[in-house]
């Protein structure tokens, strides 16, 4: 069992940045591709970006590409996403997950262990 946490959410206004970063617990945390989502409130839970075991693949949201990064450095099982240029609509709880083989996904059913969430809020 990989246990996730989250850290770097806060307050930040339009067209600010911010860089949320994700730190495993599991020694084979350099074998699992990662991804970030989040859950604007009321809304369902959404794919922002993945990123390989080698951080040689990555994917992204449309609404996110351009604007946020994911990037890894497995020795010191982290994943970071950095968030630019952002905007209102980027206000949500976000979450790390990981899955433990394949490249990576924009399905929930992809990843199987999620961390706890770190709330980011854009203000206007």
């Known amino acids: 069992q990989v246990q996730l946490v989250e850290s770097g959410g806060g307050l930040v206004q339009a067209g600010g940045s911010l860089r949320l970063s994700c730190t495993a617990s599991?020694?084979?945390?350099?074998?699992?591709?990662m991804g970030w989502f989040r859950q604007p409130p009321g809304k369902e839970r959404e794919f922002v970006a993945g990123?390989?075991?080698?951080?040689?693949?990555?994917l992204y949201a449309d609404s996110v590409k351009g604007r946020f990064t994911i990037s890894r450095d497995n020795a010191k099982n982290t994943v970071f996403l950095q968030m630019n240029s952002l905007k209102p609509e980027d206000t949500a709880d976000y979450y790390c997950?990981?899955?433990?083989?394949?490249?990576?996904?924009?399905?929930?059913?992809?990843?199987?262990?999620w961390g706890q969430g770190t709330q980011v809020t854009v203000s206007s």
């Open positions: 990123i390989s075991w080698s951080g040689r693949s990555t």
């Open positions: 997950a990981s899955r433990p083989y394949g490249g990576p996904r924009t399905g929930q059913g992809d990843y199987d262990n």
């Open positions: 599991a020694r084979s945390f350099s074998t699992y591709t």
